[in-house]
């Protein structure tokens, strides 16, 4: 079966940072490939600076050329606006995949708030990649308070198919301080370089993307 990482964000924009990081968890993880699921919108971030869609997912689609990631909106696709939705969607929808959620240490500060966050933890498994400035944050995080009993060690991060769930496990890389926000105030109009007719056939789905 095929050992899948999926990495849910905003993508507003991509950037070298994400790539890093995906590349360092799917050797930890011993993944086959992974996908970058483009959130049409974040409930937890406000609607205001986020890019539209399109020139998200053309940024994505650039920084991950070459790589085993497929890119996809897939969660557009589904009608689905909330995590817990969208892996039980994709787990159903794919039986015959391993999926795993991979997220940074910065997400797990503040998994406490996502919906129904204990169900996601017990529909696949969950790792997590060091983020400069939230690792402490992170340990130290609401959700740890129930997860931490489920904490996997690193040298078990291949056997991640195996784990009974909850199943989480914290991976370490050298820090890359790449920062989206950052990237952003550099340049407030990056999206405009992007044309949305130019948006290709989604990855996962096959679908072509429709402005």
């Known amino acids: 079966m095929k050992r899948v990482g999926l990495l849910g964000g905003s993508f507003n924009p991509a950037h070298r940072g994400h790539l890093r990081a995906s590349l360092a968890m799917m ?5 086959d490939e992974i996908w970058w699921l483009v959130s049409p919108g974040n409930v937890l971030k406000p609607a205001a600076g986020m890019a539209p869609l399109a020139a998200r997912l053309l940024s994505a689609r650039r920084i991950a050329r070459g790589a085993p ?15 817990v939705d ?8 794919w039986p ?5 959620w991979l997220m940074g240490a910065d997400n797990l500060a503040q998994f406490h708030r ?13 790792a997590v990649i060091t983020r400069p400035g939230y690792d402490r944050r992170a340990r130290m995080a609401r959700a740890m308070s129930w997860l931490r009993r489920f904490v996997r060690p690193a040298r078990q ?55």
Request: aromatic share 8%.
């Open 27 to 31: 050797r930890a993880l011993g993944l």
């Open 69 to 83: 990631i497929k890119v996809s909106v897939i969660e557009r696709e589904l009608g689905t606006v909330y995590t």
């Open 86 to 93: 969208s892996v039980q969607r994709i787990v159903r929808r």
């Open 96 to 100: 015959g995949t391993h999926f795993c």
């Open 114 to 126: 996502w919906r129904r966050w204990r169900l996601i933890a017990r529909t696949l498994p969950i």
């Open 157 to 211: 991060a291949r056997n991640w198919t195996r784990w009974s769930l909850p199943g989480l496990v914290l991976l370490r890389m050298p820090p890359d301080r790449t920062s989206a926000t950052a990237l952003r105030a550099a340049d407030p109009g990056w999206h405009e370089s992007f044309n949305a007719k130019s948006a290709p056939r989604d990855h996962v789905t096959r679908a072509p993307f429709q402005p």
